[in-house]
T-cell receptor, first 117, second 112 residues
Framework: GAVVSQHPSRVICKSGTSVKIECRSL??????MFWYRQFPKKSLMLMAT?????????EQGVEKDKFLINHASLTLSTLTVTSAHPEDSSFYIC?????????????FGSGTRLTVV | AQSVTQLDSQVPVFEEAPVELRCNYS??????LFWYVQYPNQGLQLLLK??????LVKGINGFEAEFNKSQTSFHLRKPSVHISDTAEYFC??????????FGAGTILRVKS
């Protein structure tokens, strides 16, 4: 079945540094990937839609210069949290939709726990 | 705009008892509905989805859900729960097949 790999699963970084999170579709191609943020004991909030070969579409209130998204190939999207601060600490999850299959088949990665100290 | 309401933040239930997790949605157009399960520090796993057709949808792990258009509901049920079903469950909706809007989640706690 469709598998999405997200790396790293956990990362601790110092305030002011940048962190890159990778989302890979292992056995399918995905023109579209989605990045979510989940606050403690809260639901998932869509941050942006990542489109292969073009700019990401950010949701209202999400800083595009803060959360850089790159979707350079049909199997890889990256989210870079730039100049991270403690308030960026959260659980980040990506999802992907296989190309050419049922339109609503979203597969999620296992998430990345980011802690900024 | 679409929205999802999960009426219960936590549902405690004894092992082997039945359970229902409630989900109501709001939308002005046809929607597609999903239930996902999340175990601690993990991503989301699809339990089941409703796209069209039969309003009773069967999913993995013995779960099922019924789409009720008149009540704008998509409640999740399982006739007999196991300890391993302890997790957080999210109802989600999409109108356009792109943006998924999630409910706040319901924590199911199965007690022995």
């Amino acid at each position: 079945g469709a598998v999405v790999s997200q790396h790293p699963s956990r990362v601790i970084c110092k305030s002011g540094t940048s962190v890159k999170i990778e989302c890979r579709s292992l056995d399918f191609q995905a023109t579209t990937m989605f990045w979510y943020r989940q606050f403690p004991k809260k639901s998932l909030m869509l941050m942006a839609t990542s489109n292969e070969g073009s700019k990401a579409t950010y949701e209202q209130g999400v800083e595009k210069d803060k959360f850089l998204i790159n979707h350079a190939s049909l199997t890889l999207s990256t989210l870079t949290v730039t100049s991270a601060h403690p308030e960026d600490s959260s659980f980040y999850i990506c999802s992907a939709r296989p190309l050419g299959t049922a339109k609503y088949g979203y597969t999620f990665g296992s998430g990345t726990r980011l802690t900024v100290v | 705009a679409q929205s999802v309401t999960q009426l219960d933040s936590q549902v405690p239930v004894f092992e082997e008892a039945p359970v229902e997790l409630r989900c109501n949605y709001s939308s002005s157009v046809s929607v597609y509905l999903f239930w996902y399960v999340q175990y601690p520090n993990q991503g989301l796993q699809l339990l089941l989805k409703y796209l069209s057709g039969s309003t009773l949808v069967k999913g993995i792990n013995g779960f099922e859900a019924e789409f009720n258009k008149s009540q704008t509901s998509f409640h999740l049920r399982k006739p007999s729960v196991h300890i391993s079903d302890t997790a957080e469950y999210f109802c989600a909706v999409t109108e356009d097949g792109n943006k998924l809007v999630f409910g706040a989640g319901t924590i199911l706690r199965v007690k022995s």
